[in-house]
């Protein structure tokens, strides 16, 4: 903060003489002039000096454009054109409550203006001075274990407000107390929609962004709340912090609140590296399990702190959105070698209630152990019971010991089913627009090949039906009284039921 003209006052001996001395007048420099009218180069908070030269006339218009202008406060220097400050000019400094100075003969003009300067220049070293220990506060709590948390804790006390972290959302992750976060989340919520919201009376906010455009902050400002938001992460934030207080940030303030946002960047990020790597050595020992080498994979977790389930243990496949969840619970990690699953070692107990808390399709392998035949098998049968999981019309979480009761169709991903379906029955479905072979071939299957009863449930004569079955062997090279070739076909047929292929007509233009 400036000097106060009180400061000014003691430091340099003058004599008031009208006005007061209101405490809180703030001089931000020292002007001197002896035009009639000074204000056209001035800013406002100023000391003006004068020994009078030109004063004349009407001091009452002279003062109120001074007082108009904001000045701090009149210097008057005697001695020179004036013995006294003229009566007048000190009636008018009263009526319009103007703070007039008497400066003495044997004070320079030149040594208030040094003294206003040297206590300007000492503010401003104590303001950096607070700032650079402010931001070593900040920086100490970093490297707390509480981290990210425990400087939006400690900025709260440097602001005298509260702070808030928010994710990527606008969700809240942590607040102090006393944090209002409401208009908060709200305003980032249009911003992340691309919808801006109208203004609301008395409030103005600065910085507006847009969809995939951020500000470098979000100032929001109302009746006795400030507060401002800044994005953590790049051009696309990957969270957001928010601070508040009653009074308006200085910029004192708003180099810690700088700083702050500097620490959790940084904090951010080493996180995101460090998850990175962790899942890569999960993904490493994962892949040595496999291998047979179960020693090694537990003295790579032991150097992260983490351990393997006791078996035997189940094995949960979701999809790679789902890591996040699934390894702040267990032993979770991306599919070695590429691909978008993720596998989680569960113990039988935590199964229910881990793959709930996914939110996501998960499949569930059968008890297994971390023998490598073993656990390759339950790797698979919980990828099958994923790509079962996410069928649209299906449950959420699928076991792969429920997938028998769906017959062997239920052992096939689905892309599997449709490509087999697709290619064993193109030649009937290309023939021409007889789809009456497919039906027929249906019907004559589901009647165990009984000619009579697979005719009447067509509505067609027995002959007319035999008819068809020769043409549906000739067409695909196939012998329909081979039990493996019925098998085979049976399984296109309920493949192509159950994951009917859907083509869309193009056209060109």
């Not at 969700?171 to 989340?185: L, N, P």
């Not at 934030?237 to 207080?245: D, L």
Request: include cysteine; aromatic fraction near 4%; glycine fraction near 12%.
């Amino acid at each position: 903060m400036p000097p106060t003209l009180q400061t000014v006052v003691r430091r340099m001996g003058l004599r008031p003489l009208a006005g007061g001395l209101p405490p809180d007048t703030v001089v931000r420099w020292v002007a001197v002039s002896e035009l009639a009218d000074p204000t056209p180069y001035l800013e406002g908070d100023e000391l003006l000096l004068t020994t009078g030269l030109r004063l004349e006339g009407d001091l009452a218009g002279y003062v109120g454009r001074l007082v108009a202008r904001g000045v701090a406060g009149l210097g008057f220097g005697v001695g020179v054109s004036h013995a006294e400050v003229p009566p007048a000019l000190v009636e008018a400094a009263g009526r319009a409550g103007l703070p007039l100075l008497e400066v003495p003969r044997e004070t320079p003009f030149i040594a208030i203006g040094k003294a206003v300067s040297e206590l300007l220049a000492a503010e401003q070293y104590e303001e950096i001075t607070r700032a650079f220990a402010a931001q070593g506060r900040l920086t100490r709590a970093a490297l707390r274990p509480e981290g990210m948390h425990a400087v939006v804790d400690r900025l709260a006390k440097e602001v005298g407000g509260w702070a808030a972290l928010l994710d990527e959302t606008g969700a809240v992750r942590h607040a102090t107390r006393g944090a209002r976060t409401e208009g908060v989340t709200a305003e980032l919520g249009r911003l992340l929609t691309g919808h801006p919201r109208p203004f609301v009376a008395g409030e103005e906010r600065q910085g507006e962004g847009g969809r995939g455009r951020w500000p470098a902050s979000l100032a929001l400002s109302a009746p006795g709340e400030h507060i401002v938001v800044q994005p953590l992460g790049g051009a696309r934030p990957r969270g957001f912090f928010a601070v508040g207080a009653r009074e308006a940030f200085s910029p004192v303030t708003h180099t810690v609140i700088n700083a702050a946002g500097s620490l959790l960047t940084l904090a951010m990020e080493q996180g995101r590296t460090q998850a990175a790597a962790e899942r890569r050595v999960r993904s490493a020992a994962l892949d040595l399990l496999l291998s047979g080498a179960g020693q090694q994979a537990r003295d790579v977790l032991a150097a992260l702190g983490g351990r393997l389930p006791e078996p035997p243990l189940t094995v949960l496949a979701a999809r790679a959105d789902a890591l996040d969840v699934l390894e702040t619970r267990v032993f979770a990690a991306p599919e070695p070698h590429a691909g978008d699953v993720v596998f989680a070692l569960v113990p039988e107990a935590l199964v229910e209630e881990v793959a709930g808390e996914a939110d996501a399709p998960v499949g569930v392998s059968l008890p297994a152990t971390y023998d490598p035949a073993s656990l390759t098998t339950a790797l698979d049968q919980a990828r099958r019971a994923l790509a079962a999981a996410e069928h649209p019309t299906g449950p959420r979480v699928v076991r792969f010991g429920e997938l028998a009761g769906q017959g062997l169709l239920g052992l096939l991903d689905q892309a599997t089913a449709q490509a087999f379906a697709t290619a064993l029955l193109a030649p009937l479905t290309a023939y021409g627009s007889r789809a009456d072979l497919v039906e027929s071939l249906r019907a004559y299957l589901e009647s165990n090949g009984h000619w009579d009863a697979a005719a009447q449930r067509l509505g067609i004569h027995r002959h007319t039906l035999r008819y068809r079955m020769r043409r549906v062997g000739d067409l695909l090279g196939r012998d329909l009284d081979d039990p493996g070739v019925r098998a085979e076909l049976w399984l296109a047929l309920e493949a192509a039921r159950r994951y009917p292929v859907t083509s869309c007509a193009t056209g060109s233009s």
